[in-house]
């Protein structure tokens, strides 16, 4: 018996040992290894709402300066004044150049008859070299000859009757367009310069209809089409809503502010807006049906890349992303993902990749 007890103590001592170790082994990987809260992976956009600053501005508008150099005569309209298409704004006087159309006409004039007496010379000779020798080939082919360069001369002085003729005409400034007089800077007795651009004598704008011109950012706008609805407030007007249609989209992105310029067409028919005015647009975003949607936490931005943390295998990898429309606690984001991919929630860029996570 005695025997049996010796032999059996040790054994068992060596047993409970064994299993005490290997538990604590366990406890200490166990303990070793992090825990990150996570989140699923959803497949779909997420729709948004979006205010950004607008202007408006007129359909058209024009700076008027002089074609001409002349005195200013009459100025038939001032601040606030509506014209219509081809209505008369203003004269001017310039002598010289009466008395140069004067003189073009003149120029035309006795071209005009000499190149007569010429034609009628060459006709009669043409008739009359049909005898035979009459008439000597040299003197016909003289006679033609003179008769066409005084065709091209009296060409030439009709040509420069009919440009001084045009000049003229630049003494009467008309309305290039229907609109509203929005600055005048000529009075009576003024000389004006066709050289000088530094100011205009007249503003015309179109202010019936108007442009709400506003910069889009390039991730709302490539959802936009044209002929879409825009709801727009102006603060001018108590923040009343008003409503228009894209028609007109540059095409081309901002590359220092990633905004595309966007026009809205705007009646104002009853003159309440006015260019210059101020305006918030109102723009609804659908989301992308190709987008992934994680916790807006679980995007990590550093100074080289936008990336999200995915958990496979209890192994944590960084996906690259780009992101899109964002909500309250969710956003957008576009890469080699897919629906039901593990991401950590709360990411940063201090969490190495390859690591050894649970969840």
Known sequence: MKRVIIYIFPVIVFTACSTAQNQEKKNERKESTPVY???TVEQGGISSTVKLPAQLAAYQEV????????YVKNVLV???SKVKQGQLLMTLEAPELIDASLQAKEN????KSGFAIDKENYMRLLEASRTAGAISPLDLSTARAKMEADSSLCNAEKANWQRQEQMLAYLNVTA???GVITERNV??????????KNTAMLELKQVEHLRLQVSVPELFSTQMKINDTISFYVNALNGKKLTGKIVRRASDVNTQYRTEKVEIDVVNKDGVLAPGMYADVLLRANGSLQAFKVPKSAVVISTERKYVLVLKNNVISKVDVTTGN????????????QKGDVVITNASDEIPEGEVAGK
């Open 108 to 111: 035309y004039a006795k071209s």
């Open 37 to 39: 809260a996570t989140a």
């Open 176 to 178: 290039p367009f229907t």
């Open 187 to 196: 009075h009576p007795g003024a000389l004006v310069s066709a050289a000088e």
């Open 78 to 80: 001032d601040i606030g």
């Open 63 to 70: 700076s008027i300066f002089p074609k001409v150099n002349g």
């Open 326 to 337: 964002q909500s309250a606690d969710s956003e957008e984001v576009f890469g080699n993902l």
